[in-house]
């Protein structure tokens, strides 16, 4: 598709809490810094994937591509996933919760992994749980879910 037909994606304003919350128009609540929490999901077995920002400019083109596009905070510029790994995102549904100022992306990740680490998805790891061996004095830790990463970070985002 076009990208310049996100130029002429318009969202809805937003009104009262009854008509976001209720209504049918898609009203996305940006932040203060002009960014909404978008998370992407593998739209066939429901793995989180990774968890990103986008601006107006990056929510629009990501509909009107259908490919992830979201905003870097750390490089304040807007970023096409895959562009630089090849690791792209196809979009199957972009899901916005109650209130609109939070989307769920279900996606098909092109390409090995979503993580710039190496990994499938950017949680591989969790969080343990007390009872997992802590004894309620020790520092949280955190185990490994992966294995192995899926594919070399350095060989693909080469500096």
Not at 126 to 154: F, I, M, N, S, T
Request: with cysteine; net charge negative; charged share 25%.
């Amino acid at each position: 598709m076009d990208p310049l037909i996100a130029d002429r994606i318009q969202f809805s304003p937003r009104r009262d809490a009854e008509t976001v919350e209720a209504g049918l128009g898609f009203a996305p609540k940006f932040d203060a810094a002009g960014l909404i929490t978008a998370v992407a999901v593998d739209a066939d077995d429901g793995t989180v994937l990774m968890v990103a920002y986008m601006n107006a400019a990056s929510l629009r083109l990501t509909l009107a591509l259908g490919e992830a596009v979201y905003f870097s905070r750390s490089r304040q510029e807007i970023w096409h996933k895959g562009k630089t790994s090849g690791h792209t995102q196809e979009v199957v549904e972009v899901l916005a919760d109650c209130d609109q100022d939070a989307l769920v992306l279900r996606v098909r990740q092109r390409g090995a992994g979503a993580c710039h680490t190496g990994y499938r998805s950017c949680f591989f790891r969790r969080v343990a749980l007390a009872g997992e061996g802590a004894d309620g004095c020790q520092a949280a830790g955190l185990v490994p879910v992966y294995a192995e990463k899926c594919y070399d970070a350095a060989a693909v985002y080469r500096k």
